[in-house]
């Protein structure tokens, strides 16, 4: 699972005086890129999905209002997610955000998720915070065959705070989640070379059935690298 609601959010900034006023836009403002990438390892919240993962997609952007699909190869079959909503901007650069993602997986790589994704946050300099709360609904049974909860309701927590490319996120699983996917922290380093984004990353992930280690406890590193550009 993943989507790029990080590049749309990129730019805010956050100051302790808010002023409530939109951002103008106009006609002009309507961008449409793209970005392609790949993941030594395919880490989302936490979760472990593949190696060597290549990945692409489309986002249109225009007065505050996002849309998009992002396409990955995962081995089993291939995992494309649409997402689309809206995000506000005060003058002061903290913003709002809400929005609607779907997951879907061709072969058996995974089950359908739908969810509905909330956003604050917004930056002050060089220091930067991020926050998302999801609430989602998943087509098949967690912890199905390892003796975990079963259900189809899940919650999701996440805040990263950002320093000069460096970033340090948590997020938390809640409902009929929480035994199997657990928690995690991720910690890493993005930076800009010679056209494409660079990132390193450190990934614990605790309390997680879906691991299938002993002690439900993992730490993996990835790298990941990609370029973004314009289409229209």
Excluded: C
């Amino acid at each position: 699972m993943n989507k790029k609601i990080s590049s749309l959010l990129s730019g805010s900034v956050f100051a302790a005086s808010v002023a409530f006023a939109p951002i103008t836009t106009t006609a002009d403002d309507a961008i449409l890129t793209g970005n392609a990438g790949i993941l030594s390892d395919y880490i989302f919240r936490g979760i472990p999905q593949d190696t060597g993962v290549g990945n692409g997609g489309l986002d249109l952007e225009y007065a505050g209002f996002y849309l998009g699909t992002w396409i990955a190869d995962v081995g089993d079959g291939v995992e494309y997610d649409l997402y689309g909503g809206y995000i506000y901007e005060f003058e002061s650069g903290f913003y709002l955000g809400a929005g609607y993602t779907s997951y879907q997986y061709s072969d058996d790589f995974d089950d359908e998720y739908n969810e509905i994704n909330l956003y604050a946050g917004g930056s002050a300099g060089d220091v930067s915070l991020d926050l998302e709360y999801t609430t989602g609904e998943y087509n098949g049974d967690f912890g199905d065959g390892n003796g975990g909860i079963e259900g189809d309701e899940y919650t999701f927590v996440a805040g990263t705070i950002g320093y000069n490319g460096v970033y340090l996120t948590y997020g938390d699983f809640g409902d009929d989640a929480d035994d199997d996917l657990g928690n995690y922290f991720e910690v890493g380093y993005t930076m800009d070379l010679a056209g494409f984004e660079v990132t390193g990353a450190v990934v614990h992930t605790s309390d997680a059935d879906i691991l299938g280690t002993d002690d439900d406890d993992e730490t993996e590193a990835y790298v990941s690298i990609s370029w973004g550009f314009d289409v229209l």
